[in-house]
């Protein structure tokens, strides 16, 4: 999981919220001025995300932010636009080293998060 932050793309976790009406996650990424851009050259439609020759963040650069969303269930089964007054704010993880501080203080690891574009329900 940690070729795919280095990757730039975004984990989470979904964890139980503090009311059965929410529903909460943890985010993980890379800080925004860390994210790879895309390779100057590639065939157009071609599909480099999951390539290994991705462009990718070197692990001893690697700063990371986390934070926790909540929102109403209601509105994501709704498919309404989520209200955003529960987004956290990001703490920012300036290693590798804080970024697993940082998961074994929360009883985390990064295996037991995935990549948000494939949770359907995830707002973000």
Known sequence: MIRTILQGQTLVYEIKSDTPKCRAWIELSLQDHLI??????????????????????RIEDARFKTRLNIFNIEEIEQDLDPSYDRLGNFKT?????????????????????????????YPL
């Open 93 to 121: 993880l300036e290693s590798v080293d804080e970024l697993m501080e940082f998961l074994n203080d929360n009883n985390l690891t990064l295996e037991k998060f995935i990549d948000a574009s494939s949770v359907e329900e």
């Open 36 to 57: 790879p851009a895309y390779p100057f050259r590639a065939e157009p439609y071609s599909m480099i995300g999951h390539s290994p020759y991705t462009n990718q963040c």
